[in-house]
C-alpha cells in the first residue's frame, strides 16, 4: 500500500503564541522585578554633565538618560503604568461599547440606526487625530488622554458586538427562545451575549495594543503624561536631542513599545485561531 | 475503465485520534456510466469523493492498492498535477450551488474562467462563443446579456445548471456530482437530473452520482453502490439491486419512504431502528448488526463483500444475505 | 353550504369540529431597500385563509419561495402580517393572536422548527433546552426540571443518557425528536411543525413521522405541517393546503386532492412526487434571472416593475396564471 495525501500541519499558528507569550511573560516581570530590585525611575544624578551614557562597568545596567535617571527603571515602570493604563482603557471601553452594541443588534430599529450612525462617524476619523482634538478641548494630562484613547477604542467594540448580535438574532434558536417565552432582554443575556464572548476577547486584546500606542503618542506630542512620570513615548520625546549622541535612549523605549503592541496584536491573532474550533487540528 | 478504486481506506484525525472512517472500497466507473453511491449521514460517501478529488482535509491518511483514473495514477500526485487534473480530467459539482458560485463575479466571468482553465489558447472572442455553447447545452439561454448576470439573480436550479456548465467547460471523463439535487425543489431536481442523463448521453463521460435519496439513484444510475458506515454493503447493477437486494440495510432504505409504502394514511410506517453508529466508531463484526432484525451470532465476525451467484455483477456484504431467500 | 362528495371520489372525511385557529386574508410584504430612493417590495404571502380544526391536522405544501415559512413565522407571532388576521380560540372565543398574552399564547401554540441544529442553543444542554419552555411558561418548581427533562426525552423514544449531553452529540433523528419533546413540554393545543423532516436522512424520517402521528394520535392535537414532500402529506394530513409563490392555489381534504388535484401546479406536485412514475411533466417557469435581493424571509418574487427588457428563451414560459380563484374540492365547508 501506497501513502498518499499526508498534509503537514501548519507551524505558523504556534510561533505566534510563543512570541505573544514571551511579551506578556516580560511585561509580568515588570511588575514582579521592582519589588526585589531597587529601582528607582526618578533619582536625578547629581553630575548632569557627566550622567548620559551607557553600562560603564558600575551604576545603571542600561545607562541614564540626560537628566541621570536609571533608564532600566523608568522602561520597566513604564511598562507597569502602560499596562495599567492599557487595562483601564479596554475595561472602560469594554464596558461602554458592548452594551451599546447588543442594544443596537438585538432591538435593532431607530436604537440600532442612531448608534450605528454615531459609530460610523467616529470610525471614520483618523484615530490619532480624534484623540488629539479631545486632548485639546479637555486639556492636556494623563486623565484626558485615557478619556481620550478611551472614547477612540469604543467604537471598535460597538461595531463588532452588533454585527455579531445582529447576526444571532436571526438564529433559529433564538425564534425557539422567543417562541419558549423568552424576553428579548433575555434572549440578548442567555443566547446572544455568550456567542460575542469570543470576538470581544479578540478585540480587547487588540485593543490594548491599540490603546497603549494612543497614549504612547499623546505622550510624545506632550498631551498626556507629565514629567516626572515614566512612560515610554514621553522618554522618546525627552531622547530626540540625543538621537545621535545616545541613541539608546530612543531605541530602548521604542522597542519596548513595538514588542509591547506586536506581543499584544499576536496575542490577539492567535487567541483567535485558537478559540476557532476549525483550525488546531492535532495528529 | 474511466476511474478504478480498489481497497480505499481514509482515516481522519477526530479528536485528536487518526480514526478509520472509511474503509476497503473498491469500485470502477466504466466510460459513459452512472454510478450512483447511497449512503446517509455518517457512512463516508462524502470523504470517498474528497479522497478520489485529493481534497481530504489536513491529517487526513488516504490508502488505496489501486486509485486510478483514465490511467493516471491519482496518489502520489503534487499539487501541480492536481491542479492539471481538477478541472480537466475530473470536474465536480456540488449540493448548494449558490455557494459555490463567486458572488461579486458574473456568470460570464466564471464561465470564461473554467474554459481558460481547459484551453489555454483561447481569446475573448472564443471563449465568449464556447460560453454560450456551453449556456445552451444545459439548457439556459445562450444571450450574451445573461453573461452578465450575477449568481444572486438567478435560482437554485439555474445556478445548478451554471455550475454544470463550468464542469463541462474541459470536457471531462469523470464528473463527481455530490447531491446535486438536494437543495433544490422537486420540479427542479427532476430537470437537473434529466440533464445530467442527457449530457451523459451526449459526451459518454463518466459520472458518479452521489445522493442520500434511493429513489433518485434507482431512477437515474446504471449502477449502485450502497454505503454503510464507511463501508460498500451492497453495489451492483441498479435493477439488480433494487428488484433483488440481499443487504438488510438496502431494503430498509428501499422500503422506509412513505411513497414506496402502500399503507393507509395515519398507520407507522416501517422504519429501520436505530440510528447510524457515530463516524469513526470501531465495532466488532458487522457494523449494521445493531438495527439488524436478521442479525444472528455469526454477525459478530465482519462480514465480506460476497459476490452474488445469480448475478456476478452485484455483491453484498452480509452472512444473513447469503441464505435469503427473497 | 355543504358541497355533497361525488359518490365516486372515496373520501376518509373526520367528523367536523370546531375551528381552533383560523387563518383570515393574510399578506406579508418584505421590504428592502434598494437604494436611496428605490424601494423593493416582496410579497411573500399573498391573501391566504386558512381553518385549523380541533384534532385535524392541515399540510401546507409548496416549493422554496411558496411561503410557506412565513406562514409559520406569522403563525408563531415572530412576524407581523401586513394584513389580514390570524385568530385563536382563546378562553371560549375567537381572538386576535395579536391581543393574547405571550405567555398564554406560547403555553398553547408551540412549534417544531426544520433544522434540529440550529433551533437549539449549541451550549445549553439538553435538559435546559427542553425545559425551557416550561420554566418560562408555567409556573413549575425549578427543583425537578431534571426528572421532568428525563420523562420528556423517554416520551419521545430517547434514553435518559442523553440528559447532560450538548446538542452537536447527538445524531440529526436524536436532536429532532428532543425538539418535538421541547415543543411537547408545555402540552400546547396547536403544533406547528416546519419542514420538521426535511433535514434528516430517509429512513429516520420514518421514525420522526410515526413519532408524529403517535403524539397526533394520543393527544388530539391541533397541527398546521409545513412541507415540500408530498408522500409525507398523503400520511399525515387531513387538509392540504398548496402554496405558489405566496398564494393559496388549491385547498382540501387530502385524499382528494391528491386523488384529483384540480390545479396545474398541484397536479405537476403530485406528478412529480417521488417514487411515482414520472410523467416528466417538468415546470419551465423558472428559467428567468429575477431581481433578487438580500432581505430576511424566502425568496420571492419580486412586484417591482421591471425596467430592463424580460429575457425571451427557447421554452415556452409555462405560466401558472394569476388567477386568485381558490380551487375547492369537493367535500369542503366553506
Not at chain 1, 539608546?248 to 496584536?265: D, E, H, M, R, W
Not at chain 2, 483561447?122 to 444545459?138: A, N, T
Not at chain 2, 431502528?273 to 465476525?301: D, K, W, Y
Not at chain 3, 431597500?33 to 411573500?44: D, G, I, M, N, V
Amino acid at each position: 500500500m501506497q501513502m498518499f495525501n499526508t498534509i503537514k500541519l501548519s507551524k505558523g499558528g504556534m510561533s505566534l503564541g510563543l512570541v505573544s507569550s514571551g511579551v506578556i511573560v516580560l511585561l509580568v516581570l515588570s511588575f514582579l522585578v521592582p519589588l526585589v530590585v531597587d529601582l528607582d525611575p526618578y533619582r536625578l544624578s547629581d553630575n548632569l554633565r557627566a550622567s548620559i551614557g551607557l553600562w560603564n562597568g558600575s551604576g545603571p545596567v542600561l545607562g541614564t538618560d540626560d537628566l541621570g535617571r536609571d533608564v532600566l527603571a523608568r522602561l520597566v515602570y513604564g511598562a507597569r503604568n502602560s499596562v495599567g493604563i492599557g487595562l483601564a482603557v479596554v475595561l472602560v471601553s469594554m464596558s461602554v461599547g458592548v452594551p451599546l452594541g447588543l442594544f443596537a443588534g438585538v432591538y435593532g430599529g431607530w436604537i440600532d440606526k442612531i448608534i450605528m450612525r454615531v459609530t460610523g462617524i467616529l470610525m471614520t476619523l483618523p484615530n490619532i487625530l480624534l484623540a488629539i482634538v479631545i486632548v485639546s478641548v479637555l486639556g492636556a494630562g494623563l486623565l484626558t488622554a485615557m478619556c481620550a484613547a478611551t472614547v477612540v477604542a469604543i467604537p471598535g467594540f460597538i461595531h463588532i458586538v452588533r454585527s455579531i448580535s445582529a447576526l444571532e438574532m436571526k438564529r433559529q434558536y433564538v425564534h425557539a427562545a422567543r417562541t419558549s417565552g423568552d424576553s428579548t432582554l433575555r434572549i440578548l443575556w442567555t443566547e446572544v451575549l455568550p456567542n460575542c464572548w469570543v470576538p470581544i476577547v479578540a478585540q480587547a486584546t487588540l485593543g490594548f495594543g491599540a490603546a497603549i500606542l494612543n497614549i504612547a503618542a499623546l505622550d510624545f506630542l506632550g498631551l498626556g503624561a507629565k514629567p516626572p512620570m515614566a512612560e515610554w513615548g514621553a522618554m522618546l520625546a525627552d531622547a530626540r536631542p540625543f538621537i545621535e549622541s545616545n541613541p539608546n535612549l530612543i531605541v530602548l523605549p521604542g522597542l519596548s513599545l513595538a514588542a509591547t503592541i506586536l506581543g499584544f496584536t499576536l496575542l490577539g491573532d492567535s487567541l483567535q485561531q485558537w478559540l476557532n474550533p476549525r483550525t488546531g487540528v492535532h495528529q | 475503465m474511466t476511474l478504478e478504486v480498489l481497497n480505499l481506506t481514509v482515516q481522519l484525525p477526530i479528536d485528536r485520534v487518526l480514526t478509520t472512517v472509511v474503509r476497503d472500497v473498491t469500485f470502477n466507473v466504466a466510460p459513459g456510466e452512472i454510478l450512483g453511491i447511497v449512503g446517509e449521514s455518517g457512512c463516508g460517501k462524502s470523504i470517498t469523493n474528497l479522497a478520489i478529488m485529493g481534497l481530504l482535509p489536513p491529517g487526513a491518511i488516504a490508502t488505496a492498492d489501486r486509485l486510478e483514473l483514465c490511467g493516471h495514477d491519482l496518489r502520489q500526485l503534487s499539487a501541480q498535477s492536481w491542479r492539471r487534473i481538477r478541472g480537466n480530467k475530473l470536474a465536480m459539482i456540488f449540493q448548494n450551488p449558490m455557494s459555490a458560485l463567486n458572488p461579486s463575479f458574473t456568470i460570464g466571468n466564471q464561465l470564461a474562467e473554467s474554459i481558460r482553465k481547459a484551453d489555454t489558447t483561447f481569446g475573448r472572442k472564443q471563449v465568449e462563443q464556447r460560453s454560450l455553447e456551453l449556456l445552451d447545452q444545459v439548457g439556459l439561454a445562450s444571450h450574451r446579456a445573461f453573461l452578465r448576470t450575477y449568481p444572486h439573480q438567478l435560482s437554485g436550479g439555474m445556478a445548478q445548471r451554471v455550475m454544470i456548465a463550468m464542469a463541462l467547460a474541459c470536457r471531462p471523463s469523470l464528473l463527481i456530482a455530490d447531491e446535486p439535487t438536494t437543495a433544490l425543489d422537486v420540479t427542479t431536481q427532476a430537470q437537473i437530473l434529466n440533464l445530467l442523463l442527457r449530457l451523459r448521453d451526449q459526451f459518454g463521460m463518466a459520472v458518479i452520482l452521489v445522493s442520500h435519496d434511493i429513489g433518485l439513484i434507482e431512477e437515474h444510475a446504471d449502477r449502485i453502490l450502497v454505503m454503510y458506515s464507511g463501508e460498500i454493503v451492497e453495489s451492483g447493477p441498479t435493477a439488480v439491486v433494487t428488484a433483488s437486494s440481499r443487504h438488510p440495510y438496502t431494503q430498509g432504505l428501499l422500503s422506509c419512504s412513505p411513497a414506496r409504502q402502500d399503507l393507509p394514511p395515519k398507520t407507522p410506517l416501517a422504519a429501520i431502528p436505530g440510528v447510524v453508529p457515530p463516524i469513526g466508531q470501531s465495532m466488532q463484526g458487522c457494523r449494521f448488526a445493531p438495527r439488524c432484525s436478521r442479525a444472528f451470532e455469526r454477525c459478530l465476525t465482519h462480514p465480506d463483500l460476497v459476490v452474488r451467484h445469480d448475478y456476478p455483477g452485484a455483491a453484498f456484504r452480509c452472512f444473513a444475505g447469503e441464505t435469503y431467500v427473497a | 353550504m355543504i358541497i355533497p362528495a361525488p359518490p365516486s371520489v372515496v373520501l376518509r372525511v373526520k367528523p367536523m369540529s370546531h375551528e381552533v385557529v383560523v387563518i383570515d386574508g393574510l399578506s406579508k410584504a418584505f421590504v428592502a431597500r434598494q437604494s436611496l430612493f428605490t424601494k423593493q417590495s416582496l410579497q411573500a404571502l399573498d391573501n391566504v385563509s386558512l381553518t385549523l380544526r380541533h384534532g385535524h391536522t392541515v399540510a401546507v405544501i409548496g416549493e422554496s419561495g411558496s411561503g410557506k415559512s412565513t406562514l409559520a413565522r406569522l403563525l408563531m407571532r415572530l412576524e407581523r402580517p401586513s394584513s389580514g388576521n390570524i385568530s385563536l380560540l382563546h378562553q371560549g372565543r375567537l381572538t386576535d393572536i395579536e391581543s393574547i398574552r405571550s405567555r398564554e399564547f406560547y403555553r398553547r401554540v408551540q412549534m417544531v422548527f426544520q433544522d434540529p441544529y440550529s433551533s437549539m442553543n449549541p451550549r445549553k444542554r439538553i435538559w435546559q433546552i427542553v425545559t425551557k419552555p416550561l420554566t418560562n411558561l408555567s409556573d413549575c418548581a425549578r427543583a425537578n426540571l431534571r426528572e421532568i427533562a428525563e420523562r420528556e426525552l423517554q416520551a419521545v423514544g430517547l434514553g435518559t443518557q442523553h440528559v447532560d449531553a450538548f446538542p452537536h452529540q447527538l445524531s440529526g433523528g436524536e436532536r429532532q425528536r428532543v425538539a418535538i419533546a421541547r415543543a411537547m413540554t408545555v402540552k400546547p393545543d396547536v403544533l406547528v411543525l416546519d419542514e420538521p423532516l426535511s433535514a434528516l436522512d430517509v429512513s429516520i424520517q420514518a421514525q420522526i413521522l410515526n413519532l408524529l402521528l403517535e403524539f397526533q394520535q394520543r393527544m388530539t392535537l391541533t397541527s398546521l405541517f409545513i412541507t415540500h414532500d408530498l408522500s409525507v402529506v398523503s400520511h399525515i394530513a387531513d387538509d392540504v393546503a398548496v402554496l405558489k409563490a405566496g398564494q393559496l392555489v388549491e385547498y382540501g381534504p387530502t385524499a382528494a386532492v391528491i386523488a384529483a388535484p384540480a390545479h396545474p401546479y398541484t397536479q405537476t406536485l403530485i406528478a412529480n412526487m417521488p417514487g411515482r412514475p414520472r410523467t416528466r411533466s417538468v415546470l419551465a417557469g423558472e428559467l428567468q434571472p429575477q431581481q433578487r435581493s438580500n432581505v430576511p424571509g424566502p425568496e420571492a418574487r419580486t412586484t417591482r416593475a421591471q425596467s430592463r427588457p424580460e429575457f425571451s428563451f427557447r421554452v415556452p414560459r409555462f405560466d401558472i396564471g394569476r388567477d386568485r380563484e381558490l380551487v375547492q374540492i369537493k367535500g369542503v365547508q366553506r
